[in-house]
């Protein structure tokens, strides 16, 4: 075999083990990371009781997820799985449990993106579908489109086969009276000043977000983000915040890292949180936590944007900075796994 040929072979076979080696998977990296809103969640606003059910139903979402993961399934699959037992659960702003818009409804928002293709899919302003995630995820896979809202939404979701609900479904009597508590110090405060009114609390009741969101790094390499909300209670006609606009509330990228955002939409739109934390690692090469840090802890306290992230890059290494008083929010990798909720 002459000189040239026998390089070339060479070479032919060292990108093949190369190629091996990048599908084989490697489980000693699997993780995943959850939320479940950020806000002024103290432990004087808590009850043992209240505890208790939020950190098993965190503890569920992050097992189911998990399992996912650890039978060599896909970063997609194990962050739909876990959104989904938090939408089904009542204590979550999201699915079951969504907050109430002024107009007493419950409208939502949610998007999931895949890192390593780099596709995208969301909807918002829904009314009548069970689990959004899944819709989301329909259509990133099943439509030629990234983001559909309202009854557009739904009758893709129908043709699907998703499941829809009455509207009803999505009624807690909790939710429902924080929209009246809301409603009355509204019009507490429009007394107050003359009739003025302001803008900026007509949102918030004890700022507790409750949006729920997941990302996860599977044995693959692949890194995949979704997040599923009500919005925020009081929100007005077609309001629609930052979960389902990729890039500010979620954004996935192999190359960088998954991100899923909770708190006040509109500072999170206005400064594309998720998008900005890739850059910096992308642009600046910074690590994983000081790209989250530097947006969460600093960009968006000047900003005046309450609220928080959950991330994982592709090494595995996490980041849940906040700067709320609290953030619902729990990791399991290598087995090891935890949830958290207040600052200390
Ligand atoms: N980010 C959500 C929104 O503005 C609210 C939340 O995180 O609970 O719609």
């Known amino acids: 075999m002459n000189k040239k040929l026998y390089l070339f072979c060479l070479c032919l076979l060292a990108g093949y083990m190369g190629l091996a080696q990048s599908s084989k998977p490697d489980y000693s990296k699997i993780t995943l990371v959850i939320h479940g809103g950020a806000g002024t969640i103290t432990r004087a606003n808590m009850t043992p009781e209240k505890e208790k059910a939020y950190k098993e139903k965190l503890n569920e979402a992050l097992k189911t ?44 928002d949610a998007a999931i993106m895949d890192g390593k293709t780099l596709k995208a899919g969301a909807i918002a302003s829904v009314t009548t579908i069970r689990n959004p995630i899944s819709t989301a995820r329909a259509v990133m896979e099943q439509s030629e489109h990234v983001m559909m809202i309202g009854p ?111 708190g006040h939409g509109e500072y999170f739109i206005r400064s594309v949180v998720a998008h900005d934390i890739a850059s910096l690692m992308a642009y600046k090469g910074l690590p994983l936590k000081k790209a989250a840090d530097e947006v969460v802890m600093h960009k968006l306290v000047e900003r005046g944007g309450e609220g928080g992230v959950i991330a994982v ?10 700067n709320s008083a609290g953030m619902y929010r729990g990791y399991i990798k290598k087995g090891k796994s935890e949830v958290l909720i207040y600052k200390d």
């Open 65 to 108: 997820g998990y399992a996912v993961l650890e039978k060599g399934g896909s970063s997609l699959d194990a962050v739909e799985a876990t959104v989904r037992v938090m939408e089904d659960s009542p204590l979550f702003n999201a699915g079951k449990g969504a907050v109430f818009t002024n107009e007493g409804k419950n409208e939502l």
């Open 152 to 262: 557009g939404a739904e009758k893709f979701a129908q043709e699907k086969g998703m499941e829809i609900v009455d509207p009803a479904y999505f009624y807690t009597e909790t939710r429902f009276n924080q929209l009246q508590k809301i409603k009355d110090n509204e019009k507490t405060e429009l007394d107050h000043n003359g009739g003025s009114g302001s803008t900026e609390n007509i949102f918030i009741e004890g700022k507790k977000f409750g949006t729920v969101g997941a990302v996860a790094l599977d044995a693959y390499g692949n890194l995949a983000a979704a997040t599923s909300t009500g919005g925020m209670t009081n929100k007005r006609y077609g309001r629609v915040g930052d979960v389902p606009i990729i890039g500010a509330g979620t954004y996935a990228d192999n190359t960088t890292c998954a991100v899923s955002a909770t």
């Open 313 to 322: 890059d592709r090494n595995g290494n996490i980041a849940m900075p906040f």
